[in-house]
């Protein structure tokens, strides 16, 4: 009889008898065991401790399909609304049974829950430790060497993280918090996901932008000079990434940004952007998705920090806000966008911008619908929309991302 035989733990009744009788809150009394008794108990704790993950997961997922309205009345008020959800969700991938028949672990089985070849992959991490296999998946995935497979890069954008952090409070700490953030999320995304190649963009010290803003009143980001202990920050930070082995990359006049976009179009392989930045959104295609963030959170089954990423595509992009990615820089022309101190055409807030590149598909078609007194724009948008028309060519400049820029493709390979 092996350990996945539905009778197992029928056959281990009398281990289970006794671990209740020596089992306490956080505590076993291994008092006069035996080594024989010490075998069973240990036989029976190790299945228990693999299985209670699906266990937990399978009674959320049916409590909550069944009571949604009250299914967490099920949990006491200690156990943790997010590990049950992150438990569902794997037990999601795998909803039958027999779907979970390999010799994995829990975590393997997290490891591989979103690859459509999961089943093969179990396959092959049947008989190793969740370390083991994450080391075979690493040489699986193509991280060695460039004729193993597809390469997948993060490309970073570290001055808004830096910022992130240093105007969190954490001060002299920002360089390292960011440094140790990014190579945990990248080692962690080359372990369970994939990822292949890391780089990390920074901002040039000028700013090409500005330039083009001088003769405006609304300034491209005038938003003053930084303290000198944030360039200290940020300088520290491309040095600590710099000796974790981690490529770092800025142009000339260019802002990470540009940097990002350009391999988002030049990498040869999927591209992932980490970032916040709303710009980021118009490199979004079949090759290129998002990820907005990533939250370290602890599991109370296995004690490990486990990482919930925030991944946004150019199908969500499109269905949240309804614009497809290619239209994004039309958008962000009308709409403006305060952060970078950018006006756009007075008196068009979010809605009204979206309704318009929709229906007229640029901001150039928009302006000469307004020209010709198309009726579906309002007369005093009208008169706005064709007032805007003298900084049309300086505005697209400030929101089009450059990807034309000569960048190092020899990224980071995570091996």
Same mark, same amino acid.
């Given at each position: !009889?092996t350990?996945d035989?539905p009778r197992?733990?029928?056959e ?6 006794d671990?209740?009788?020596?089992a ?7 008092s006069? +065991?035996?080594l024989?008794?010490?075998? &069973?108990?240990g036989t029976?704790i190790?299945i228990?401790a ?8 399978? +009674?959320?997922?049916?409590?909550e ?6 299914h967490?009345?099920v ?12 438990? $569902?969700?794997v037990c ?5 049974e027999e779907d979970?028949?390999?010799e $994995? ?11 459509p070849?999961? *089943?093969?992959r ?7 430790t ?5 080391s075979?998946?690493?040489? !699986?995935?193509?991280?060695l060497?460039?004729?193993q497979?597809?390469r ?8 808004y ?6 105007h ?5 700490e920002?360089?390292s ?5 990014i190579?945990?999320?990248?080692k &962690? ?12 963009c ?6 090409h932008?500005?330039?083009l ?6 300034k491209?980001?005038? &938003?003053?000079?930084?303290?000198p ?6 300088? +520290?930070? *491309?040095?600590?990434?710099n000796?974790s082995g981690?490529?770092?990359?800025s ?5 990470a940004?540009d940097?990002?976009?350009?391999y $988002?179009?030049?990498f ?8 916040q ?5 118009q490199?979004?295609?079949?090759k ?6 990533v939250?370290w ?5 296995s004690?490990?920090h ?5 991944w946004? /595509?150019?199908?969500?992009h499109a ?5 497809p ?5 039309d ?7 305060n952060v970078d101190?950018? &006006?756009?055409v007075?008196?068009?807030?979010a809605?009204?911008a979206a ?8 901001v150039?078609?928009v302006?000469e619908?307004?020209?010709a007194?198309?009726? /579906?724009?309002?007369?005093k948008k009208r008169?706005a929309l ?18 034309? +820029? ?10």
């Amino acid at each position: !009889m092996t350990e996945d035989d539905p009778r197992v733990l029928n056959e281990l009744q009398p281990n289970l008898t006794d671990l209740v009788v020596r089992a306490h809150k956080r505590f076993l009394n291994c008092s006069d +065991l035996t080594l024989e008794e010490a075998e &069973r108990l240990g036989t029976i704790i190790s299945i228990l401790a693999r299985d209670v993950a699906f266990w937990l997961g399978d +009674l959320a997922r049916y409590t909550e399909a069944r009571w949604p309205d009250t299914h967490h009345q099920v949990w006491p008020v200690t156990q943790s609304p997010g590990q049950l959800s992150r438990n $569902a969700g794997v037990c999601r991938q795998y909803p039958h049974e027999e779907d979970r028949r390999h010799e $994995a672990t829990y975590s393997q089985y997290m490891q591989v829950a979103g690859k459509p070849d999961r *089943k093969v992959r179990l396959a092959t991490m049947e008989g190793q430790t969740t370390d083991e296999s994450r080391s075979t998946k690493r040489t !699986m995935s193509g991280l060695l060497s460039e004729e193993q497979g597809p390469r997948w890069l993060l490309a970073v954008d570290c001055n808004y993280y830096i910022h992130r952090f240093w105007h969190s409070g954490a001060g002299v700490e920002a360089a390292s918090g960011v440094a140790s953030w990014i190579e945990r999320t990248a080692k &962690r995304l080359a372990e369970d996901k994939g990822l292949t190649d890391v780089v990390c963009c920074f901002d040039s010290p000028n700013n090409h932008r500005k330039q083009l803003t001088d003769e405006w009143e609304d300034k491209y980001k005038d &938003r003053g000079k930084k303290e000198p202990e944030l360039i200290q920050q940020i300088n +520290l930070a *491309k040095s600590l990434l710099n000796q974790s082995g981690f490529a770092t990359v800025s142009v000339d006049g260019m802002e990470a940004d540009d940097v990002m976009a350009s391999y $988002a179009v030049q990498f040869p392989g999927q591209v992932t952007l980490l970032t916040q930045d709303k710009d980021q959104r118009q490199c979004l295609s079949g090759k290129c998705n998002i990820l907005l963030d990533v939250e370290w959170l602890l599991d109370d089954v296995s004690g490990d920090h486990l990482p919930e990423y925030k991944w946004l /595509s150019a199908k969500k992009h499109a269905e949240e806000t309804g614009i497809p990615s290619e239209k994004w820089t039309d958008y962000q022309m009308i709409m403006g966008d305060n952060v970078d101190g950018i &006006r756009g055409v007075e008196g068009i807030g979010a809605k009204g911008a979206a309704d318009l590149v929709n229906e007229f598909g640029t901001v150039e078609a928009v302006i000469e619908a307004a020209k010709a007194g198309n009726e /579906s724009i309002k007369p005093k948008k009208r008169d706005a929309l064709i007032a805007f028309e003298e900084k049309l060519d300086v505005t697209r400049k400030l929101v089009t991302l450059r990807t034309d +820029l000569e960048i190092p493709l020899h990224t980071t390979r995570l091996a």
